[in-house]
């Protein structure tokens, strides 16, 4: 029981009135319950396929538990160290180039003066984000071809004309460049945000210091949105072990497989080509964890360095 008001109420009974009063708002809420439900925690019961010898015909209850059979199988894979090998390389690119590109773009975009230009080239920037990944994938395959774009370019410089994508050491400047170009404009939007949420007052004293715009930036600016810094960087290794499925998928080929293929595309192979359920849903759920595991790890070392955390 717990008193409210000098009455002892229930805390069923505390239930019930807060749906009465709200029950407007828990309308608006429930296709969002509804959606994470049905599309994110209903299929987390498929994971149990991960640890049975599962067949369509049986279904998930009648198939025989095969324990961690499937586990053993992919850890003492040929494919095991080189797909984890790849994934983490090309998620180590992305986090070394990619992550802090949008945090500088952003200041940039800050310091312009000119409010016509800056939109300009928000709008500009934020467009690829919005093209398909069949398309970002036919244009790279185009430009990469031994007549496309990059190679005019490179003979321009003296070099020589060939595929690129066929080539194994190209294949990871061409994903993170595409990445970073893709997705520069778009993610500087929540850094341009915190910005917007620094006291001015803070600059205007500064400048009266005789604290120059660079010295601004070091000591205002860069504090000032660490926070949000700091969280998306946490929220960026919880998905370590994660690639662009996809756009892998659209340009790799046997050529390159010794640096383009990842987890997110064997665990294609073997469960929709080979029909191998258990075993892709095996990887795929040691895939989960380890980004599960690097969240958690994160969040404390931030939590324990900086006072910033999810939780």
């Given amino acids: 029981m717990i008193k409210i008001n000098g009455k002892n109420q229930s805390l069923g009974t505390r239930i019930i009135k807060d749906l009465r009063k709200n029950k407007h708002v828990y309308l608006m809420a429930i296709p969002c319950i509804l959606y994470f439900v049905i599309y994110h925690y209903w299929p987390m019961y498929g994971a149990v396929i991960a640890f049975k010898e599962f067949s369509p015909k049986l279904g998930i209850l009648g198939s025989p538990w095969a324990g961690f059979k499937y586990f053993r199988d992919f850890f003492q894979s040929a494919y095991f160290f080189r797909t984890l090998k790849n994934t983490l390389v090309l998620n180590f690119l992305n986090l070394l180039f990619g ?32 093209i398909s990944t069949v398309i970002i994938c036919g244009m790279l395959l185009d430009f990469s071809s031994k007549d496309g774009l990059f190679n005019d370019v490179i003979v321009l410089f003296g070099g020589k004309a060939s595929t690129l994508l066929l080539n194994k050491h190209f294949f990871r400047p061409l994903y993170v460049g595409s990445e970073i170009w893709q997705e520069v404009g778009w993610g500087s939007i929540i850094y341009l945000s915190a910005l917007t949420a620094i006291d001015t007052q803070l600059y205007e004293a500064a400048h009266i210091d005789g604290a120059g715009r660079f010295k601004q930036l070091i000591h205002i600016t860069l504090p000032g949105i660490l926070p949000t810094i700091i969280i998306m960087l946490i929220l960026r290794m919880g998905k370590i072990m ?23 595309t064997f665990v294609y192979r073997k469960g929709i080509e080979e029909a191998n359920y258990s075993y892709s849903t095996a990887v795929g759920l040691f895939n989960s964890v380890v980004n599960f595991l690097m969240l958690i790890i994160a969040n404390n070392i931030s939590k324990k360095t900086n006072e910033n955390s999810l939780w």
């Fill in 99 to 130: 992550f802090p590109a949008p945090v500088i773009f952003a200041l940039l975009l800050n310091e312009l003066s000119s409010n016509r230009f800056k939109r300009t080239v928000q709008t500009v920037t934020y467009l690829p984000h919005f």
């Fill in 242 to 264: 994660n690639v662009g499925f996809e756009k892998v998928m659209l340009l790799y080929n046997p050529a390159i497989y010794e640096v383009a293929d990842v987890i997110s």
